[in-house]
């Protein structure tokens, strides 16, 4: 019965956790921390199984490693926004998401403009981490929330709204490129395209699409 089955389970987690405080390698501090969130995860947090030792605090342990790097960047992922036409956000087929061109926002605005025109590089750049933060909201919605399920930033496509003459696309996709390398580290490195074009929607300055690896 599920009774039977929670005492059993409870006294396995008390005998291990009393094995490690035994021991005398401080190694199996992280061994007894993965015990601790087996169980937290498997049972849910109201199973605060206790023992001897002082209390593990299972909300840090279960605290996401994106969610606390984003914090220490200090971060706040914008809402995921909802399509304004015919498609979906993010497709996913196998392991793959395809999260579809998020533009340039700021506080739910758009950030219009034309690189080579009435907008330098260094405000195209922040346009683009505009873009990749929304692109972030994106996969952590399609994730219920968990990035530390992302493996790998596999691609960007950048458009950048500018005039014929203007050849620096690239430095300002830069600015979304930079944010993922931050965010994710080597996960957050991706192949990459960044292009012009004559007009994006809403007049804005930059929007990109991306293909994310996921677990």
């Known amino acids: 019965c599920v009774c039977t089955h929670y005492l059993w389970c409870r006294a396995v987690f008390s005998a291990s956790l009393r094995l490690f405080d035994s021991s005398s390698c401080s190694h199996l501090g992280d061994a007894k921390l993965r015990v601790s969130f087996f169980f937290a995860h498997r049972f849910g947090p109201h199973y605060h199984f206790q023992n001897d030792s002082p209390p593990i605090k299972l909300d840090s342990v279960m605290t996401g490693t994106i969610d606390a790097r984003l914090t220490e960047l200090n971060i706040t992922l914008p809402p995921a926004t909802a399509p304004v036409a015919n498609y979906v956000p993010v497709t996913r087929t196998g392991n793959l998401l395809f999260v579809s061109g998020q533009v340039s926002l700021a ?109």
């Open 107 to 215: 506080d739910g605005a758009p950030i219009v403009g034309k690189l080579g025109e009435n907008m330098d590089v260094a405000q195209g750049a922040v346009a683009a981490e505009k873009c990749a933060l929304a692109i972030i909201a994106q996969v952590q919605k399609a994730l219920d929330g968990d990035l530390d399920r992302v493996v790998q930033i596999v691609k960007l496509t950048g458009f950048v709204n500018s005039t014929g003459d203007f050849t620096e696309q690239p430095k300002v996709i830069n600015g979304a490129s930079d944010l993922m390398v931050e965010v994710f580290g080597d996960k957050g490195r991706h192949s990459r395209a960044a292009v012009s074009a004559a007009a994006l929607p809403l007049g804005v300055a930059v929007e990109i699409e991306a293909i994310v690896e996921v677990a």
